[in-house]
């Protein structure tokens, strides 16, 4: 089983700050998602990566994959309190044509406080 | 598309008993995903199934789950008999072989007591 380490577990913040959100693993992903899931619902994906190095945004969301392929980041600028959620990175490690397979972080809870 | 359908949406049940959960996957999708959600353990894979045919039940807790996939448009976990640290929301999920992304349903929150 893979493992991936999200920090922090949680995070409260004022509306307006900034943040990051670290995803982790001693292991190579061949790819690394980024999910936001919201009280009673399931996770959406919000982005993919897939090369070492690459970085992708989303509005006010930048994305940051490891050189390495074994980490990653979440970046928020000026959070607003639609933000709040839980947030999970997942690792695909298993990409082959047989099919995916997905392990997930252990998620950090973001509270955005208007 | 009307996204991934699972049923129920809340579960009550006492100890001891059979709770079937259902999931009906994206039309299309070829790969089919069952997880637990619990705050202890996060978000946990139980079973995978591709072209309906299970590839890893490594993350079945016991002998006491089970998952099934008749066709392409439907799937069960069954866990008989419940107890009460099986409670957790379970979801299911997915996806097109060879994507990189799941499509999730809203689960199904259980509590055996």
């Given amino acids: 089983t893979q493992l991936l380490e999200q920090s922090p577990q949680f995070l409260s913040i004022q509306e307006g700050e900034n943040l990051t959100v670290y995803c982790n693993s001693s292991s190579v992903f061949s790819s690394l998602q980024w999910y936001r899931q919201e009280p009673g619902e399931g996770p959406v994906l919000l982005v993919t990566v897939v090369t070492g190095g690459e970085v992708k945004k989303l509005k006010r969301l930048t994305f940051q994959f490891g050189d390495a392929r074994k980490d990653s980041s979440l970046h928020i600028t000026a959070a607003q309190p639609g933000d709040t959620g839980l947030y999970l990175c997942a690792g695909g490690p298993n990409f082959t044509n047989t099919g995916n397979q997905f392990y997930f972080g252990t998620g950090t809870s973001l509270t955005v406080i208007p | ?78 866990i008989q008999p419940s107890e009460p640290r099986d409670s957790a929301v379970y979801f299911c999920a997915s996806s097109l072989i060879g994507s990189a992304e799941a499509f999730f349903g809203q689960g199904t929150r259980l509590t055996v007591v």
Avoid at chain 2, 1 to 15: C, F, K, L, N
Wanted: charged residues 20%; aromatic residues 8%; hydrophobic residues 35%.
């Fill in chain 2, 1 to 78: 598309d009307a996204g991934v359908i699972q049923s129920p949406r809340h579960e009550v049940t006492e100890m001891g008993q059979e709770v079937t959960l259902r999931c009906k996957p994206i039309s299309g999708h070829n790969s089919l995903f069952w997880y637990r959600q619990t705050m202890m353990r996060g978000l946990e894979l139980l079973i995978y199934f591709n072209n309906n045919v299970p590839i890893d039940d490594s993350g079945m807790p016991e002998d006491r789950f089970s998952a099934k996939m008749p066709n392409a448009s439907f799937s069960t976990l069954k």
